[in-house]
């Protein structure tokens, strides 16, 4: 007679001949997840990325992405593709929010106030003035880049975020 292998207890199937489901994995532990440095709407309190991303979201999200890759991708390649697919498309939030996803995870960020692409579709300004706003807030220069923000000549670090209370 066969022996169940160890860890077979999550295939075993349940008294409604239904098999068991393993609870989902996230990849961040629930309570560790950090609110957003400023709220979604609050645009205005940052009235030069506000401007600027109004008038050329392109820019913002090139500095956004230039930063959140780690400068693997220069500022003016990402925002050209940006720039290219809302020029053609319109749907340059499709873009932009896988950048707003990786940067909640690297900064271990609640997924707030919706999905991220949800965010993205209804409020793409909104979305990319809150996500300038956490980088400049952790301490990135958004005009100099992600170079300009490594330790150097210019002397300015990127901080390290808190991750929280742990034991």
Not at 24 to 40: F, H, K, M, R, Y
Not at 131 to 140: M, N, S, T, V
């Amino acid at each position: 007679m066969d022996r169940p292998k160890p860890g077979a207890a999550a295939l075993e199937m349940d008294s409604r001949s239904q098999p068991a489901r393993p609870p989902p994995v996230t990849g961040i532990p629930e309570g560790q997840q950090a609110a957003w440095s400023s709220g979604l709407c609050d645009c205005c309190s940052d009235p030069p990325g506000c401007f600027l991303t109004c008038c050329c979201p392109c820019i913002t999200f090139g500095r956004i992405a230039e930063i959140t890759d780690k400068g693997e991708t220069p500022c003016i390649w990402s925002g050209a593709i940006y720039g290219l697919l809302l020029w053609f498309t319109g749907c340059s939030c499709l873009y932009s929010c896988f950048y707003r996803s990786k940067l909640r995870k690297e900064h271990m960020l609640e997924e707030s106030p919706c999905n991220d692409c949800l965010v993205h579709w209804c409020c793409e300004p909104c979305a990319l003035c809150q996500e300038y706003r956490e980088l400049k807030h952790r301490g990135f220069d958004m005009a100099a880049g992600w170079q300009g923000s490594l330790p150097g000549p210019s002397g300015t670090v990127a901080p390290v975020a808190q991750r929280g209370m742990t034991r």
